[in-house]
């Protein structure tokens, strides 16, 4: 019977030491991270070439 509760309690300890979902949430966060600077950096590069484009149009 102790034999049993001390496998538990190991497994326990083992199951909660272990860092896997918690490499793959960081890793979950930094690409949310990189997917919104790349996002807001086309948004406004996109507005910039838009201006220049129209710049070009105009002088034509």
Same mark, same amino acid.
């Given at each position: 019977m102790l034999s049993k509760i001390n496998e538990a &309690? #190991?497994?326990l300890v083992t199951r909660y030491q272990?860092?896997? !979902?918690? *490499? &793959? *949430?960081e890793y979950g966060l930094l690409l949310a991270l990189i *997917? $919104? $600077?790349?996002? $807001?950096a086309l948004t406004a590069l996109g507005l910039a070439i838009a !201006? #220049? &484009?129209?710049k070009i149009t105009g002088k034509l």
């Open positions: &309690l #190991t497994w272990r860092e896997d !979902g918690q *490499a &793959l *949430a *997917a $919104v $600077v790349c996002i $807001v !201006g #220049t &484009l129209s």
